[in-house]
């Protein structure tokens, strides 16, 4: 098998080229899909893993896994990397790994934002939040503060100003990191101010602008662009002009519309360690109970699996209260009625021994003593690089300057070299870990949805037995003939289905009582169900038919069940880098 050094964080152009050598040497296993093309033309691609002399993928459930939407967020494509050899590796040995892809296939997208991972990874670097393209506006930001490395040393780091009314000082034990000052602090000390490093457009002379995230003139948000409830610029910042308007993200929606054999997915960000699902857009108390319990269910085993808390993104992962999250992957739950999850992989404060679990305000207000914690941890995995010290630099338009601070690309949104396989391998393997974003399908989720299963069977089968009309009139055969032009239908329903659909759940929608029963499965069967995961039909092909509607809901269950994992954040406002995350 072609090797790859899972420390590096790999440019386009390798990644690729280890793409094509895994097509070649497991042809059976593994084939290559160009679903599009990024902003700057570079080919987008999806890795179909799956035995292919056991039938076509297109006629097996799926379940989607990609990576590295947000530019920085690099270990997301070395994480699909990953997991592809594991299967790849896996497949007559690990028994798990051969019965999923004898029986499923996973579409790997490593990297759905080339352009802006080859930003980041370039000799001089530019860091961004997604796409390349300019936005909100087509040109260059008229002023500004536009980020860069100036000092032509490879990175992007901070400048710190002296300024007597600054916000920041130095820290009382350590005098290499600065922390927010102290109001009763009195005036005229040793203060700076403290900014992105870069140029100044149309500098004033008093006032400096960061436009942007973090000081660009590419302030899109892939990850804003989905559909499903997505919010104009004004509303949310980053979202595009109109839903899927970004070439990334309409080859990630069209895919899933051409694929309705795609069961799940789950999308791989940085950095908070979490696990996080929907909703992001409204509390748990208005989501349907039966899904609810679902991802309550696999939260549970995935924190188990992988060491990550399963949190919800309304509840715990708003970035400013009342301001939620929408335009996301999540799409595919809301329209589509997949469950999804989104991994953030890799935690820097839990790494540095910081156990506060506030994911997006931690970044805002901390004890300084974390400062310390996080500074001395960085001292010993990246010495010179996690933090860099501080030295003087005569900076074009703001006099004498000082250049270092954290160096965001190496610590927070990924991990330093010597982490980066071992935090992967602890989440995005089966077998070789706690946890994987697919490899646990069989594992977890199979016996969670098994268990709700079990309970529809005891409780509502008895009704369906006692139906005539639904079992023909003998309980023994429990209406297999129904079942099989049920199974046809689903399948034909399922290629024609349009795409405007709501949130679904996995055994069909019941009465006033919300609950599920086989009346709600048999409105999925027989096609009149709006919803299209209420159908998980996408999930039962003709040549998968059962025989026995019990054993047709199992099927449905398992095959449509996605495994367990979660996402991330952004905004700023510390010494230590912005807010982070990917989500």
């Known amino acids: 098998m072609p090797t790859v050094d899972y420390s590096r964080l790999l440019p386009y152009g390798e990644l690729v080229e280890h793409l094509r050598c895994l097509a070649e040497e497991y042809p059976r296993l593994i084939e290559l899909q160009i679903i599009g093309q990024s902003h700057e033309r570079r080919d987008i691609l999806v890795a179909a893993v799956t035995q292919c002399g056991t039938g076509a993928a297109t006629d097996k459930p799926g379940y989607w896994v990609d990576g590295n939407i947000h530019a920085i967020e690099l270990l997301g494509a070395t994480a699909c990397l990953f997991f592809i050899q594991t299967l790849l590796e896996g497949y007559g040995t690990d028994p798990e790994i051969t019965r999923c892809l004898d029986t499923r296939v996973f579409y790997v997208c490593p990297r759905v934002n080339p352009d802006g991972a080859e930003w980041a990874l370039a000799r001089c670097p530019v860091l961004i939040r997604s796409s390349t393209r300019r936005y909100p506006y087509d040109e260059d930001p008229p002023e500004g503060l536009i980020s860069q490395d100036v000092d032509g040393d490879g990175r992007i780091l901070q400048m710190r ?197 506030r994911w997006i305000d931690w970044f805002r207000d901390h004890p300084i003593s974390d400062d310390l914690k996080l500074f001395a941890w960085a001292q010993q995995v990246a010495p010179g690089e996690g933090h860099v010290d501080w030295r003087r630099f005569d900076h074009p338009q703001l006099g004498p300057v000082e250049i270092g601070g954290w160096q965001r690309l190496v610590l927070f949104s990924n991990p330093p070299p010597q982490l980066r396989e071992r935090e992967i391998a602890a989440r995005a393997a089966p077998g070789r870990g706690h946890g994987a974003p697919g490899g646990h399908l069989a594992r977890a989720a199979d016996r969670a949805e098994l268990r709700m299963v079990a309970e529809l069977r005891e409780q509502e089968w008895p009704r369906a037995q006692a139906d005539p009309g639904r079992t023909g009139g003998d309980p023994s055969a429990a209406g297999g003939a129904v079942a099989q032009w049920q199974a046809a239908d689903i399948a034909r329903r399922a290629r024609g289905m349009g795409t405007h659909q709501h949130r679904g759940h996995l055994l069909g929608q019941a009465g006033a009582d919300r609950r599920p029963s086989l009346r709600g499965v048999d409105r999925a069967l027989t096609g009149r169900c709006h919803s299209r995961a209420c159908c998980l039909a996408r999930a039962c092909r003709p040549d998968q038919r059962a025989r026995d509607p019990r054993r047709l809901i199992w099927h449905l269950a398992v095959t449509a069940t996605p495994p367990v994992v979660g996402s991330v954040a952004r905004r700023r406002c510390n010494a230590v880098p912005a807010s982070p995350n990917g989500r």
């Open 161 to 357: 100003i002296a300024d007597p009314n600054g916000p920041w000082k130095c820290h009382p034990l350590e005098p290499r990191l600065l922390v927010r000052r102290d109001p009763a602090d009195p005036p005229g000390g040793a203060y700076f101010r403290l900014l992105p490093e870069g140029l100044i457009r149309n500098y004033d002379g008093v006032q400096v602008k960061v436009p942007g995230f973090f000081g660009e003139a590419q302030s899109l948000d892939l990850n804003r662009n989905f559909p499903a409830r997505w919010r104009q610029e004004f509303e949310q910042s980053g979202a595009g002009p109109y839903p899927a308007s970004e070439p990334e993200v309409r080859a990630v929606v069209e895919f899933f519309i051409h694929h309705p054999n795609i069961c799940g997915g789950t999308s791989l960000h940085t950095f908070s360690g979490v696990l996080l699902r929907p909703p992001g857009a409204h509390p748990d108390e208005q989501m349907m109970a039966e899904d609810l319990w679902v991802y309550q269910t696999l939260g549970r085993k995935g924190e188990e699996l992988t060491g990550y808390p399963a949190i919800s993104v309304w509840h715990d992962f708003q970035y400013q209260p009342g301001c939620y999250i929408s335009g996301t992957f999540d799409w595919i739950y809301d329209h589509l009625g997949l469950f999804t999850w989104t991994v953030e992989l890799w935690n820097p404060k839990q790494a540095a021994g910081i156990e506060d679990r």
